[in-house]
């Protein structure tokens, strides 16, 4: 699994270029999306596996696009249930020799870290989660969380984008193989049910929706300004606008 090198997680990144865009485009929330692998479909008694995180970029244009990947397998907490059949989707040994797991703790604290240092680059107040199905990888990562007694959670506890809701009213299609494959991206299902996979094309699915309702968030920001919501011009410019004004 892939992991940010120390160099780059030992200081926080420099405001990124876009930072007054994304600040207003999510209401001071930073998406950043979240795949888990399980050992069941119950939070509360079944293992935690696998976590990927992969951060959304915005360019100064105010167009997204997936950015870096953090990942970690993990190990079973104490007592954790692990059904057969949960194992024979996503194929994981917990017990593998081979197997680079992290305690749950160390893998969230990691995670957490990165988030939060692309929080605070782009100007934002803490992240919200995005997922396929997203309320089943926020359970997981809420009780997670509790259960390793994590203090500094950046995720909205409970307010999430489900990429499976935005799929299906923009693109006609709920399953993430199928909503990507119809917005025009390659899937392999071979290296489907890996957390890396998964959270990966879920984060392209998220940026091209988003990217394709960008002149109907122009139109809303401003409606916001004109109702007094939102002191600012709209953040992305049209042709008319000066480019040095975009910030």
């Not at 509360?44 to 953090?70: N, Y």
């Not at 899937?187 to 957390?195: G, I, L, N, Q, R």
């Not at 996979?197 to 091209?208: H, K, P, Q, V």
Request: overall charge negative; some cysteine; charged content about 20%.
């Amino acid at each position: 699994m892939s992991e940010t090198p120390a160099s780059l997680a030992a200081s926080p990144p420099a405001p990124a270029p876009a930072a007054p865009l994304m600040a207003r485009r999510f209401r001071g929330f930073l998406p950043v999306v979240i795949d888990v692998e399980t050992g069941g479909f119950n939070a509360s008694t079944d293992a935690l596996l696998e976590i990927a995180a992969v951060l959304i970029d915005m360019g100064a244009d105010g167009a997204l696009r997936r950015g870096a990947t953090v990942s970690y397998h993990v190990q079973p907490f104490p007592g954790a249930r692990l059904d057969p059949a949960a194992l024979g989707v996503n194929g994981i040994d917990p017990f593998h020799p081979l197997r680079p797991a992290l305690p749950e703790r160390d893998a969230l604290l990691r995670v957490f870290r990165e988030v939060r240092h692309a929080a605070r680059a782009y100007g934002c107040r803490r992240a919200i989660l995005v997922g396929h199905n997203a309320s089943f990888d926020l359970g997981f990562l809420n009780v997670a969380v509790e259960r390793a007694e994590v203090k500094r959670n950046p995720f909205h506890p409970f307010s999430c984008f489900d990429t499976a809701t935005l799929a299906g009213a923009a693109l006609g299609q709920t399953v993430l193989a199928k909503a990507v494959t119809v917005a025009g991206m390659d899937w392999d299902a071979s290296s489907a049910h890996s957390a890396v996979y998964d959270a990966e094309r879920t984060a392209e699915l998220f940026c091209y929706i988003c990217n394709s309702m960008r002149e109907s968030y122009s139109r809303a920001e401003r409606r916001a300004c004109a109702l007094g919501w939102l002191r600012t011009p709209p953040s992305e410019p049209t042709d008319e606008d000066d480019p040095k004004m975009e910030s």
